[in-house]
Nanobody
Framework: QVQLVESGGGLVQAGGSLRLSCTVS?????MGWFRQAPGKEREFVAS????????YYVDSVKGRFTMSRDDAKNTLYLQMNSLKPEDTAVYYC????????????????WGQGTQVTVSS
């Protein structure tokens, strides 16, 4: 059984940075980050595929967010720079037990989320 635990969220001023972590227990392949702002639907942020390690980002975070994984530490990261108030949301990591492709948004396992708040 896969368990995902996010951490690293908090309150930051616009222009600042945060690094989110997702500690993984169990075997996973492709992984992703999603976020959900108040009153909005959950949206895709970034993904990394097991085969080849390629990453994909939603346009709104390209050039500002970087996703990486350290399999030796069983941890997924999301480095967020140049944060904007519109980045405020609960951020979730997700995983699946197979490797498909970057834009496949079907994930099997989810963390509980970590709150990111960006003040203007």
């Amino acid at each position: 059984q896969v368990q995902l635990v996010e951490s690293g969220g908090g309150l930051v001023q616009a222009g600042g940075s945060l690094r989110l972590s997702c500690t993984v227990s169990g075997r996973t392949f492709d992984m992703g980050w999603f976020r959900q702002a108040p009153g909005k639907e959950r949206e895709f942020v970034a993904s990394i595929v097991w085969i080849g390690g390629s990453t994909y980002y939603v346009d709104s975070v390209k050039g500002r967010f970087t996703m990486s994984r350290d399999d030796a530490k069983n941890t997924l990261y999301l480095q967020m720079n140049s944060l904007k108030p519109e980045d405020t949301a609960v951020y979730y990591c997700a995983a699946r037990g197979r490797s498909t492709y970057s834009l496949d948004l079907r994930y099997d396992d989810w963390g509980q989320g970590t709150q990111v708040t960006v003040s203007s």
